[in-house]
Nanobody, 118 residues
Framework: QVQLVESGGGAVQAGGSLRLSCAAS?????MGWLRQAPGKGRERIAS???????TFADSVKGRFTISKDNAKITLYLQMNMLKPEDTAMYYC???????????????WGQGTQVTVSS
């Protein structure tokens, strides 16, 4: 029902910045970003709903920002002050509503790799 295509990943040195983009095929109630590092589970790191309300994982709070362009149906993740522990595959996700106060993500893209070296 929703196609999501991420872009903007790459390799960067610690302290640097990257901006990820996610192009969606249609508008949804909520969108967000998740990441998965080798040997770890998928971690929810940020979300934004139709009212502009945002959430962030403690691990990225103050360093990452999430935004969207409703006209372009595009989601963004600005990542600053990157650390080696931010290295992961980053996935864009979309949801039609909430479950237990969280965006109920039902769709996600193929992911874009972010590698932070020191």
């Amino acid at each position: 029902q929703v196609q999501l295509v991420e872009s903007g990943g790459g390799a960067v040195q610690a302290g640097g910045s990257l901006r990820l983009s996610c192009a969606a095929s249609r508008y949804t109630f909520c969108m967000g970003w998740l990441r998965q590092a080798p040997g770890k589970g998928r971690e929810r790191i940020a979300s934004i709903d139709s009212l502009g309300r945002t959430t962030f994982a403690d691990s990225v709070k103050g360093r990452f920002t999430i935004s969207k362009d409703n006209a372009k149906i595009t989601l963004y993740l600005q990542m600053n002050m990157l650390k080696p522990e931010d290295t992961a595959m980053y996935y864009c996700a979309a949801a039609a509503g909430y479950v237990n106060g969280n965006c109920a993500f039902g769709y996600w893209g193929q992911g874009t790799q972010v590698t932070v070296s020191s």
